[in-house]
């Protein structure tokens, strides 16, 4: 389960992709697909997907425990051809972030 903690080190890979309105539903397939194919890598957490109302984008939300993890995923995506899949559905903004501040409605 994804959690957002700031005493947590943990590494989020956030990527939009833009998408034709056709393609969101077999890009998001293809997410579930990749995020299946690396639960069994030590130190990933989850994936998270996220679709936008007008069908033009789609957002993974993936976590690791580690920046080291994090490129293992990232690895082997890339080695499968999932990345290479990726592209032929849509437009990608990759980027590894953490967390540096939270507001809640407490």
Same mark, same amino acid.
């Given at each position: 389960?994804? $959690? ?5 080190? &943990?590494? $989020? ?42 069908? $033009? ?27 290479? &899949? ?13 967390v540096v501040a939270t507001?809640?409605?407490?």
């Amino acid at each position: 389960m994804p $959690t957002i903690d700031l005493k947590m080190n &943990r590494v $989020t890979q956030i990527n939009v992709f833009m998408v034709k309105p056709e393609n969101q539903q077999a890009l998001v397939d293809l997410l579930i697909e990749s995020a299946n194919f690396v639960r069994a890598i030590p130190e990933w957490i989850s994936a998270s997907i996220h679709v936008s109302q007008d069908g $033009t984008k789609v957002v993974n939300y993936a976590q690791c425990e580690n920046m080291e993890a994090a490129l293992r995923v990232i690895d082997a995506l890339k080695k499968e051809g999932f990345l290479d &899949r990726n592209k032929l559905l849509g437009e990608a903004h990759p980027g590894l972030y953490r967390v540096v501040a939270t507001v809640e409605n407490s």
